[in-house]
């Protein structure tokens, strides 16, 4: 199965100038855990990625208001992306060595058209649950948590700042 069938269609996006209070405040109205990070050039270009966890850790960590912080501070620029008829395969095993629970699905200019997450692979895997051939499993789920959850060997830039 390919990853459009899935993934969420309707995704949020924010700009790096905007304040970590606008991405909050986003992530609130359309209750989704992550926001792509775009250029507001027109091109809309996904240049990052920025989670409820980031908001969190970095408002308290530089002990600042969230409208006083910026997106392009605290998001991660290193994104992992997926491609709409990339397989759940693909998309687990990138959740996995990456170790994030979502993925921006971008097209071939790299406009931001979805997400996928973990809830989406685990949802799917309970709607296979009866079938005899499946895409994904439970047991594939909980692996791929447990490696998203394993302890990371690097510091985060945000503890730096």
Same mark, same amino acid.
Request: hydrophobic share 30%; proline share 2%.
């Given at each position: 199965m390919r990853?459009?069938?899935i993934m $969420?269609?309707? /995704?949020? !996006? =924010?700009?790096?100038?905007d304040s970590l209070e606008r991405a909050a405040q986003l992530m609130?109205?359309?209750?989704?855990?992550?926001?792509?990070?775009?250029?507001?050039?027109?091109?809309?270009?996904?240049?990052?990625?920025?989670t409820d966890r980031d908001i969190a850790m970095s408002a308290l960590l530089k002990g600042r208001p969230l409208r006083d912080l910026y997106?392009?501070?605290?998001? $991660?620029?290193? /994104?992992? !992306? =997926?491609r709409p008829d990339d397989s759940l395969a693909e998309a687990e095993q990138r959740m996995r060595s990456g170790q994030v629970r979502r993925l921006p699905v971008v097209n071939d200019q790299g406009v931001v058209i979805g997400m996928i997450s973990l809830a989406d692979l685990a949802q799917e895997a309970m709607r296979e649950?009866?079938?005899?051939?499946?895409?994904?499993?439970?047991?594939?789920?909980?692996?791929t948590l447990a490696a998203i959850c394993a302890p990371r060997t690097q510091e985060s830039p945000i503890a730096d700042a």
């Open positions: 990853i459009d069938k $969420s269609k309707r /995704v949020h !996006t =924010c700009q790096p100038d609130w109205d359309f209750d989704c855990g992550a926001v792509a990070v775009c250029t507001g050039n027109g091109a809309s270009q996904t240049v990052g990625i920025v997106v392009k501070d605290t998001m $991660s620029r290193d /994104v992992l !992306t =997926c649950c009866g079938e005899q051939s499946k895409e994904i499993t439970e047991n594939e789920i909980g692996d």
